[in-house]
């Protein structure tokens, strides 16, 4: 798993094509809205005659997949998934808008997904990875920026992880792993290809990636592509490493590039360094710096020194992702610019329908300011810090999630991504000179335009040992505070990960039934400072469950809340906590499991980062502490649960392997709580996110369907298989 350097249960699933559909999709090209009216604006309408959000809407909900600034400032270049409903296959296509307004165009055509589009440095070209054939691996196509045929440059067997531009546009840089020969060959044979895989062998021990299935033995190389003729060039090899996070010297005659070079990488994950090599290829010269994780490396307008991010030493995922600075030449130490603020270079704001991409930090043309992104209090902005001089200033702090955003070349023009509570993810442009920012796209304004998705309240409150927390309410469409509301509890995963100011479909679709929804960010996660993120190393439900029932004690007396119609549901390591909620109170009515963690013993070596998951719980194999990892484990406290409970896992989930969930519904039913366990075939760990359209869906009619039987009034139909005993208060 290259370029990770922290292992939260919940990785960001930051994909060329994440699952963006368009609303009103037929089969025909879709046109993104131009009003200029804002989303907030919209959510100020009346509510006359507004429906509310349903599931059926994720096939009609319109996400961005990147975002790109020419050049010369005048031109974005920006992805826009759709979905075939029939097929539940997805396709992607490219428009470009000019900055000034006057409005965007579709710029490719056709079924294929095509992603991660990059500007030549003149800007006259586009380079972009496309899978035209069935079945094919994406390749690098270039195209003329006015329009036209694209060209397909490259023949390769594998996936293109990544492309960059030489600084004189006459090279590609790609991160590419190659297909195993055994799998070419087998391609190639009819009949071997119909019988498949007979078996694997594997000596390496991140064998299996999530989402990605059982790893072949390849491993990611750079590779370089004459644009002109397409001829491709293998710069790195090597069975053991890979080389990753890539980036071309300002001359373009050297590439800067992250790789862990240790005899055995997948025991010392976290021991990555920094390597420079000549463009062409030849030997790599290691840049001094200290031990532990790094990434996202990017050479200093001249050359002369070299940023990156990482924490201040390996297999501390609590750490600070700080911002650091080396000389090129190796004749002074790294050093941490952002060590003085206790803030953490991450994009880790959640949500479920598309969201921001972590950034490497950019330059400032005269090489004195770098920017980059944080997680902080809910949202991801975009900080700005004086390299020598150490001062740090907010450039963008909209309530929101700052996702990708590059500058032109002159740096006076800024577009970036921005998703905010209300609206999944629009592009902005911003002055750099005078701070104005407006809106340049307005897709799903007509959807919800028609959608009444009720009100949400930010919430700060004091824990019983009195540290900070922050939540949010969500009132559903129609709210009555005379009345009163069954209420779900949702707690996110990671833990390294935060709720805030994004779009999440999910808590709209359960507030439309008639919810109120709540969530916070208990400590353990991103957003508050180290010290916060520290509080569970160690100890996973302990002041983390404490905190939850603190938020819940809050919302709980509420005059609109009913306090026997209380349900709980997380996912990942949300799922860990309903787990250890259900073994440690029956205060709520109803709970939904999702791909969660319940037994830390057999959860060593079962995901598909194995035996990494000690170092939260000690840092400890089972076979050295057993008891501590028995302990903290919520299937070993099972016998005390008597909360009806559905179940939900996803059959190809690698990252909490689906016997997780099995323990929990086989622990469940023996103890005769009411229970359901449903299975999702083919999907991975982040089904939620970007997983099959239909199926997703499913996931959501289901946990609504099982808060409805024992949430509300009058119960529904129980569900199949579940007894009908009565629900604990």
């Known amino acids: 798993m290259p370029g990770l350097f922290r292992f939260p249960l919940y990785l960001d699933f930051v994909l060329p094509t994440m699952d963006m559909e368009p609303w009103g999709w037929n089969g025909c090209a879709c046109t993104p809205a131009t009003d200029t009216e804002t989303m907030e604006e919209l959510m100020t309408r009346p509510k006359q005659s507004l429906r509310s959000i349903t599931a059926q809407n994720l096939y009609a909900l319109q996400l961005l997949t990147d975002v790109r600034l020419s050049p010369d400032g005048r031109h974005v270049v920006y992805g826009v998934q759709r979905v075939d409903k029939k097929t539940q296959k997805k396709y992607a296509n490219l428009w470009i808008a000019p900055t000034d307004g006057s409005g965007e165009r579709q710029f490719t055509q056709g079924d294929q997904t095509d992603a991660s589009p990059r500007w030549s440095p003149d800007g006259r070209s586009l380079a972009f990875l496309s899978s035209r054939k069935e079945g094919e691996s994406a390749q690098v196509y270039v195209i003329n920026a006015d329009g036209g045929e694209a060209r397909r440059l490259t023949d390769l067997k594998g996936d293109i992880s990544s492309l960059t531009w030489s600084p004189d546009g006459r090279n590609l840089l790609l991160e590419f792993t190659q297909k195993d020969q055994e799998v070419i060959d087998r391609e190639a044979d009819e009949q071997k290809k119909k019988l498949g895989v007979v078996s694997r062998h594997y000596t390496r021990l991140f064998y299996r990636g999530d989402g990605q299935g059982w790893l072949g033995h390849e491993r990611t190389h750079l590779w370089a592509i004459n644009v002109a003729r397409g001829r491709a060039k293998q710069l790195t090899s090597g069975s053991v490493c890979d080389e990753y996070n890539a980036s071309w010297s300002p001359d373009g005659r050297s590439i800067v590039f992250c790789s862990n070079r240790r005899e055995d990488p997948d025991l010392e994950p976290d021991l990555i360094d920094l390597y420079v090599m000549p463009a062409a290829g030849g030997a790599m010269k290691l840049i001094k710096a200290p031990r532990g994780p790094k990434?996202?490396?990017?050479?200093?307008?001249?050359?002369?020194?070299?940023?990156?991010?990482?924490?201040?030493?390996?297999?501390?995922?609590?750490?600070?992702?700080?911002?650091?600075?080396?000389?090129?030449?190796?004749?002074?130490?790294?050093?941490?610019?952002?060590?003085?603020?206790?803030?953490?270079?991450?994009?880790?704001?959640?949500?479920?329908?598309?969201?921001?991409?972590?950034?490497?930090?950019?330059?400032?043309?005269?090489?004195?300011?770098?920017?980059?992104?944080?997680?902080?209090?809910?949202?991801?902005?975009?900080?700005?810090?004086?390299?020598?001089?150490?001062?740090?200033?907010?450039?963008?702090?909209?309530?929101?999630?700052?996702?990708?955003?590059?500058?032109?070349?002159?740096?006076?023009?800024?577009?970036?991504?921005?998703?905010?509570?209300?609206?999944?993810?629009?592009?902005?442009?911003?002055?750099?000179?005078?701070?104005?920012?407006?809106?340049?796209?307005?897709?799903?304004?007509?959807?919800?335009?028609?959608?009444?998705?009720?009100?949400?309240?930010?919430?700060?409150?004091?824990?019983?040992?009195?540290?900070?927390?922050?939540?949010?309410?969500?009132?559903?469409?129609?709210?009555?505070?005379?009345?009163?509301?069954?209420?779900?509890?949702?707690?996110?995963?990671?833990?390294?990960?935060?709720?805030?100011?994004?779009?999440?479909?999910?808590?709209?679709?359960?507030?439309?039934?008639?919810?109120?929804?709540?969530?916070?960010?208990?400590?353990?996660?991103?957003?508050?400072?180290?010290?916060?993120?520290?509080?569970?190393?160690?100890?996973?439900?302990?002041?983390?469950?404490?905190?939850?029932?603190?938020?819940?004690?809050?919302?709980?007396?509420?005059?609109?809340?009913?306090?026997?119609?209380?349900?709980?549901?997380?996912?990942?390591?949300?799922?860990?906590?309903?787990?250890?909620?259900?073994?440690?109170?029956?205060?709520?009515?109803?709970?939904?499991?999702?791909?969660?963690?319940?037994?830390?013993?057999?959860?060593?070596?079962?995901?598909?980062?194995?035996?990494?998951?000690?170092?939260?719980?000690?840092?400890?194999?089972?076979?050295?502490?057993?008891?501590?990892?028995?302990?903290?484990?919520?299937?070993?406290?099972?016998?005390?649960?008597?909360?009806?409970?559905?179940?939900?896992?996803?059959?190809?989930?690698?990252?909490?392997?689906?016997?997780?969930?099995?323990?929990?519904?086989?622990?469940?039913?023996?103890?005769?709580?009411?229970?359901e366990f449903v299975v999702f075939p083919e999907e991975p760990h982040g089904l939620s996110r970007v997983g099959r359209t239909d199926r997703r869906i499913d996931r959501l009619n289901s946990i609504r369907r099982w808060m409805d039987t024992y949430l509300k009034p009058v119960s529904t139909k129980p569900a199949k298989g579940a007894e009908t005993c009565k629900a604990s208060k």
């Open 295 to 675: 990434g996202t490396p990017v050479f200093s307008p001249d050359g002369s020194r070299i940023c990156y991010v990482g924490a201040r030493d390996p297999n501390e995922w609590w750490q600070n992702v700080e911002l650091w600075v080396v000389p090129t030449d190796g004749k002074g130490d790294a050093r941490s610019v952002t060590r003085p603020y206790d803030i953490s270079l991450t994009c880790s704001t959640l949500n479920d329908v598309g969201g921001g991409i972590e950034m490497p930090p950019v330059w400032s043309a005269d090489g004195n300011v770098l920017y980059f992104q944080i997680s902080e209090h809910g949202s991801t902005k975009l900080m700005g810090i004086a390299v020598d001089e150490g001062t740090l200033y907010t450039v963008i702090d909209t309530p929101g999630s700052v996702g990708t955003f590059t500058v032109d070349d002159r740096q006076r023009m800024m577009a970036y991504f921005l998703g905010t509570m209300t609206d999944p993810g629009q592009i902005w442009v911003r002055d750099m000179d005078t701070g104005d920012a407006r809106q340049l796209t307005h897709l799903n304004r007509v959807l919800l335009s028609q959608i009444d998705l009720g009100k949400v309240e930010e919430v700060w409150f004091k824990a019983r040992d009195g540290h900070d927390l922050q939540g949010w309410i969500m009132t559903p469409p129609g709210f009555d505070p005379k009345k009163k509301y069954p209420s779900i509890l949702e707690i996110h995963g990671g833990p390294q990960d935060q709720y805030g100011n994004l779009f999440m479909h999910e808590f709209y679709f359960l507030a439309a039934g008639g919810y109120v929804v709540y969530f916070s960010n208990p400590r353990g996660g991103t957003g508050y400072g180290e010290e916060h993120e520290k509080a569970i190393w160690g100890g996973w439900g302990t002041v983390d469950f404490d905190d939850l029932m603190d938020w819940t004690d809050l919302v709980e007396k509420k005059s609109y809340i009913d306090r026997r119609r209380m349900g709980v549901t997380g996912g990942s390591y949300g799922g860990y906590m309903t787990n250890w909620i259900i073994g440690h109170t029956h205060r709520f009515a109803a709970a939904a499991t999702q791909r969660s963690v319940s037994n830390l013993i057999s959860m060593w070596g079962t995901s598909d980062l194995n035996w990494v998951f000690q170092l939260p719980h000690g840092g400890k194999s089972p076979q050295e502490s057993i008891d501590v990892l028995w302990d903290r484990s919520p299937v070993k406290y099972l016998g005390n649960a008597t909360t009806p409970t559905m179940v939900l896992h996803n059959e190809m989930d690698f990252r909490c392997a689906i016997e997780q969930g099995q323990q929990v519904f086989t622990a469940l039913k023996v103890n005769r709580v009411p229970s």
